[in-house]
């Protein structure tokens, strides 16, 4: 009964307009709603799907703290995703992100004092080689955070393969990753069998993609990020044999590290990040799922950005040259500090709609340039060392811009996705059959491509 009462006090709170100051519609923007006032978009015709600063949006960590409070059961699933495009400020990252991806000991308390300590309960369940090294100047029995009220991460995220969540972020300065340079990505290593633990040839490549992570960011190596990485990665390659290790996660987990409280923490957000966007797939087994979501993003220009698609048909590009580079460290090797950062305020928070949306935004926003090329060579030469400079506001209303992409339903992209990955395992398998023919000498050789 006790139960039941509480929850019609809460339904009553929601419902009724308070007696206080704040009318009924500031109330409904304090909880990250869409608020009264006008919006504006970089592109025209186009309106921004949540309140900017200046229109009459409360400030982020009143509206924060209003979601935080409500009873998880009657939030409105759009609230969160409104209230962080509008983009989550410095000191309460590390808590929303923490949110966004149910890492425990990051979601609680602001991003300095999650720094400042460990969460116990992190360093209760660190492993030996995790806990050999933690964050500089993190002292012995200070506060850690507590594990953040709320619901998982359904609440405004898209559909996923595998459980969801919510989560923490990054503190300080990232640092362009455009200074260290990524090779396109290699098929990712595969741990021999061997008792001992890791083969030789992923710790090779381990320790090589360390010394190239973020050199030169203050903030990295202040906070002991080299050797942090070192073990994060160890360890996630140690509890998936089967993916191992696959270039670009180096950088995913090198955001993490700034962002997040401890080593484990670092490790525990990967691990969830992969589940929520459901991208495993990206870094094994042939990486199908990312040549299918290449082919999912081929399919959104032909559809909403022809003359682009066109250009791209024209000219025999093939989309994997930059999708290799932006998905796989979901644009650590393109974006500047704070685009970056913004970038993954929402990514952490939608899922994987935001990866196709912001991806769907560059080239728009670069489509004058697309149009202009005379040759393959020249589109290669224009993405290959691209950085775009864009503006974080003009970034993400580009990508949430309705009269640009238009609505990218759950079902819809997860459909898509599907089928997507069908295809291409389909072309694998013809193309195995056509390789094992030929080489028992079953098929002349010119017929081969013919089929």
């Keep these: ?16 307009p308070s007696s206080g100051a704040t009318s009924g519609s500031e109330q409904k923007g304090a909880l990250g709603q869409k608020a009264r006032g006008p919006s504006h978009s970089p592109i025209s015709g186009g309106v921004a799907s949540y309140p900017l600063e200046g229109s009459e949006a409360p400030e982020f960590s009143v509206a924060w703290k209003a979601f935080c409070s409500a009873n998880p059961r009657l939030r409105d699933p759009r609230a969160l995703p409104n209230l962080v495009r509008r983009g989550v400020p410095e000191e309460l990252r590390c808590e929303v992100w923490g949110h966004c991806l149910g890492v425990a000991g990051a979601s609680s308390g602001n991003s300095s004092s999650s720094r400042a300590g460990r969460s116990p309960s992190a360093s209760a369940t660190m492993s030996p080689r995790l806990e050999q ?7 012995e029995g200070q506060g850690g955070a507590e594990d953040a009220e709320g619901t998982p991460a ?21 640092g362009n990753a455009s200074e260290d340079k990524v090779s396109q990505p290699s098929s990712p290593v595969q741990p021999e069998s061997s008792p001992g633990g890791l083969s030789q040839s992923i710790l090779d490549v381990i320790e090589a993609d360390v010394l190239r992570t973020f050199p030169n960011n203050a903030v990295f190596l202040e906070r002991g990020g080299p050797d942090q990485l070192r ?39 990967l691990e969830q990040l992969i589940v929520k966007l459901g991208t495993r797939r990206w870094y094994t087994d042939g990486m199908k799922q990312l040549r299918a979501d290449t082919v999912v993003l081929e399919d959104l220009l032909r559809e909403r950005l022809p003359a682009v698609y066109n250009v791209f048909r024209a000219h025999k590009f093939d989309l994997i ?18 685009a970056l950062r913004r970038v993954w305020d929402v990514l952490l928070c939608d899922g994987i709609e935001t ?18 090329t005379a040759s393959m060579d020249d589109l290669v030469c224009m993405l290959q060392e691209w950085q775009p400079d864009y503006s974080p506001e003009v970034l993400i209303q580009s990508a949430y811009n ?12 997860a459909q898509r996705r ?20 030929l080489r028992r000498g079953g098929v002349r050789p010119a017929s081969i491509y013919a089929r």
């Excluded at 090294?133 to 002292?139: N, R």
């Excluded at 609440?155 to 300080?172: N, P, T």
């Excluded at 309705?402 to 992209?413: E, K, N, V």
Aim: proline residues 3%; negative net charge.
């Design 1 to 16: 009964m006790d139960l039941f009462l509480r929850g019609f006090q809460d339904l009553r709170a929601v419902l009724q």
């Design 133 to 139: 090294v933690s964050t500089p100047g993190a002292g």
């Design 154 to 174: 359904s609440e405004g995220g898209l559909e996923r393969e595998g459980q969801e969540g919510e989560a923490g972020g990054v503190g300080e300065t990232i």
């Design 231 to 269: 073990c994060v990665l160890k360890e996630f390659a140690a509890r998936d044999p089967e993916l191992g290790y696959c270039q670009s996660l180096n950088f995913i987990a090198a955001i993490f590290i700034m962002a997040l409280p401890d080593g484990t923490s670092a490790l525990h957000a």
């Design 321 to 338: 040259f930059i999708t290799s580079k932006w998905f796989l460290c979901l644009f650590a090797a393109t974006l500047p500090d704070e």
């Design 355 to 372: 990866v196709f949306r912001v991806s769907f935004a560059l080239l728009a926003l670069r489509a004058d340039a697309i149009l202009h």
């Design 402 to 413: 309705p009269a640009l992409i238009g609505q990218i339903s759950r079902s819809d992209l």
């Design 418 to 437: 599907r089928a997507a990955a069908d295809k291409v395992s389909s072309a694998d398998t013809r193309a195995e059959m056509r390789n094992t023919h």
